[in-house]
């Protein structure tokens, strides 16, 4: 019996949080390292885009592509360190973080678009950070349950947690 109980306490992480639900601390940790990879992809997006005088369609399908590839790239590169081939790794950081940069960047880009003059603004106007940073501030709060959703049923970060170890 004690081998059971120590080969279940040993188990992986996604299986324990299936099993138990995942905490809000855990769920933020998820939520600001998806976030981290989302307003680099972001920030950039916009600041190359408006530097460039782009309109705001194609500013923001930058930044949004941006921010995937960021979300992403974090990911890779904290699985490819386990050891783990490229298209594993891959994979892995698909059903870890689509849903919640998904998620992230709507919630993101729909602050921005519906806040008065914040699409229009430029890189030296207050109105522009002011507004990306709450943008980015609103996209995690809303965020974060997700995650705790999705960890709590073995999804989400929880696939990466699996290899951290």
């Excluded at 950039?44 to 992403?72: C, K």
């Amino acid at each position: 019996m004690q081998d059971h109980a120590q080969h279940a306490h040993h188990s992986g992480h996604a299986d324990d949080h299936a099993a138990g639900g995942a905490s809000w601390s855990m769920a933020a940790r998820a939520t600001l390292h998806c976030l981290t990879g989302c307003a680099i992809g972001e920030i950039l997006g916009m600041v190359i885009g408006t530097a460039l005088g782009w309109g705001n369609m194609p500013t923001m399908a930058l930044a949004i592509v941006l921010a995937f590839f960021f979300g992403y790239t974090l990911t890779l590169r904290s699985v490819l360190r386990s050891g783990v081939d490229f298209r594993t790794a891959f994979r892995i950081a698909l059903a870890a973080d689509t849903l919640s940069i998904a998620v992230m960047e709507l919630i993101d880009n729909g602050v921005i678009v519906l806040w008065p003059g914040a699409m229009d603004a430029t890189l030296s106007d207050v109105l522009f950070w002011g507004a990306l940073a709450i943008s980015l501030a609103v996209a995690f709060v809303v965020t974060t349950p997700v995650n705790k959703w999705m960890i709590g049923r073995g999804k989400g970060h929880a696939v990466v947690h699996r290899y951290h170890h």
